[in-house]
Protein backbone atom coordinates (compact mmCIF):
# COMPACT_ATOMS: atom_id res chain seq x y z
CA UNK A 1 0.00 0.00 0.00
CA UNK A 2 0.96 3.29 -0.40
CA UNK A 3 1.71 6.02 1.81
CA UNK A 4 -1.76 7.55 1.06
CA UNK A 5 -3.33 4.36 0.97
CA UNK A 6 -2.33 3.52 4.54
CA UNK A 7 -3.48 7.26 5.85
CA UNK A 8 -7.33 6.42 3.99
CA UNK A 9 -7.65 3.09 5.91
CA UNK A 10 -6.99 4.98 8.93
CA UNK A 11 -9.17 7.46 8.31
CA UNK A 12 -12.04 4.82 7.40
CA UNK A 13 -11.10 3.54 10.58
CA UNK A 14 -11.93 6.49 12.66
CA UNK A 15 -14.93 7.58 10.12
CA UNK A 16 -16.38 4.10 11.39
CA UNK A 17 -15.81 4.52 15.09
CA UNK A 18 -17.41 7.48 14.89
CA UNK A 19 -20.56 6.72 13.75
CA UNK A 20 -20.58 3.46 15.21
CA UNK A 21 -20.56 1.02 12.01
CA UNK A 22 -19.40 -1.98 13.72
CA UNK A 23 -20.09 -3.96 10.30
CA UNK A 24 -17.04 -2.18 9.33
CA UNK A 25 -14.71 -3.42 11.06
CA UNK A 26 -14.68 -6.77 8.99
CA UNK A 27 -13.17 -5.09 6.22
CA UNK A 28 -10.77 -2.74 8.56
CA UNK A 29 -8.77 -5.47 10.28
CA UNK A 30 -7.56 -8.31 9.64
CA UNK A 31 -8.93 -11.39 11.08
CA UNK A 32 -5.33 -11.92 13.69
CA UNK A 33 -5.77 -8.12 13.83
CA UNK A 34 -3.99 -7.36 17.70
CA UNK A 35 -4.79 -4.26 19.96
CA UNK A 36 -2.05 -4.44 22.41
CA UNK A 37 -3.24 -1.79 24.58
CA UNK A 38 -6.15 -3.85 25.21
CA UNK A 39 -4.79 -7.23 24.90
CA UNK A 40 -7.37 -8.50 22.50
CA UNK A 41 -7.44 -9.64 18.88
CA UNK A 42 -9.64 -9.88 15.80
CA UNK A 43 -12.31 -7.46 14.51
CA UNK A 44 -14.83 -8.66 17.14
CA UNK A 45 -12.87 -7.43 20.00
CA UNK A 46 -13.30 -3.94 17.83
CA UNK A 47 -16.66 -4.31 17.98
CA UNK A 48 -17.59 -4.97 21.34
CA UNK A 49 -14.79 -2.02 21.95
CA UNK A 50 -16.24 0.34 20.02
CA UNK A 51 -19.45 -0.77 21.19
CA UNK A 52 -18.61 -0.31 24.76
CA UNK A 53 -16.96 3.60 23.99
CA UNK A 54 -20.00 4.16 22.50
CA UNK A 55 -22.54 3.41 25.34
CA UNK A 56 -20.65 5.46 27.65
CA UNK A 57 -19.95 8.09 25.50
CA UNK A 58 -22.90 8.06 22.71
CA UNK A 59 -21.78 11.64 20.99
CA UNK A 60 -18.07 10.45 21.16
CA UNK A 61 -16.11 12.00 17.79
CA UNK A 62 -12.43 11.14 17.29
CA UNK A 63 -10.69 13.49 14.94
CA UNK A 64 -7.66 13.07 13.58
CA UNK A 65 -4.98 15.89 14.53
CA UNK A 66 -1.54 14.62 12.97
CA UNK A 67 -0.90 11.12 11.00
CA UNK A 68 2.70 10.15 9.85
CA UNK A 69 3.36 6.83 7.91
CA UNK A 70 6.92 5.37 7.74
CA UNK A 71 7.14 1.77 6.05
CA UNK A 72 3.73 -0.55 7.35
CA UNK A 73 3.20 1.80 9.92
CA UNK A 74 1.30 4.98 10.81
CA UNK A 75 1.79 7.23 13.37
CA UNK A 76 -1.85 9.16 14.80
CA UNK A 77 -2.88 11.58 17.21
CA UNK A 78 -6.48 12.51 17.74
CA UNK A 79 -8.50 14.58 20.11
CA UNK A 80 -11.58 13.01 21.41
CA UNK A 81 -15.02 15.05 21.27
CA UNK A 82 -18.14 14.34 23.18
CA UNK A 83 -16.92 13.57 26.64
CA UNK A 84 -17.82 15.25 29.99
CA UNK A 85 -14.59 17.25 29.28
CA UNK A 86 -16.59 19.16 26.52
CA UNK A 87 -18.71 20.54 28.99
CA UNK A 88 -16.34 21.19 32.27
CA UNK A 89 -13.82 23.30 30.10
CA UNK A 90 -11.44 20.69 30.64
CA UNK A 91 -8.49 19.59 28.21
CA UNK A 92 -10.35 16.91 25.77
CA UNK A 93 -9.02 13.69 26.10
CA UNK A 94 -6.31 12.35 23.16
CA UNK A 95 -5.24 9.04 22.05
CA UNK A 96 -1.55 8.02 20.42
CA UNK A 97 -1.46 5.47 18.53
CA UNK A 98 1.15 3.42 15.83
CA UNK A 99 -0.84 1.49 13.53
CA UNK A 100 0.38 -1.40 11.55
CA UNK A 101 -0.83 -2.38 8.37
CA UNK A 102 -0.69 -5.77 6.25
CA UNK A 103 -1.92 -6.60 3.78
CA UNK A 104 -4.70 -3.69 3.07
CA UNK A 105 -5.69 -4.06 7.24
CA UNK A 106 -4.99 -2.89 10.11
CA UNK A 107 -3.19 -5.94 11.58
CA UNK A 108 -1.67 -4.51 14.98
CA UNK A 109 -2.60 -1.01 17.06
CA UNK A 110 -0.33 -0.10 19.82
CA UNK A 111 -1.29 3.00 21.69
CA UNK A 112 -2.27 5.30 24.90
CA UNK A 113 -5.03 7.52 25.87
CA UNK A 114 -6.41 9.32 28.72
CA UNK A 115 -9.81 8.78 28.14
CA UNK A 116 -11.37 6.50 30.47
CA UNK A 117 -14.33 3.95 29.12
CA UNK A 118 -14.42 0.87 30.80
Known sequence: ??????????HRMYSAANAG???AADAI????FCSHPMGT??????KKAWAA?????????V???DMLADGDKLAV???VHGTPADQTGEPRPTI?????????QIAELWGVTNLSWR
Open 29 to 32: FAAG
Open 96 to 104: MEIIRIADG
Open 63 to 65: SVE
Open 21 to 23: DLD
Open 53 to 61: IREKYPDLR
Open 41 to 46: TGPGAV
Open 1 to 10: MTRDEMKELA
Open 77 to 79: RTV
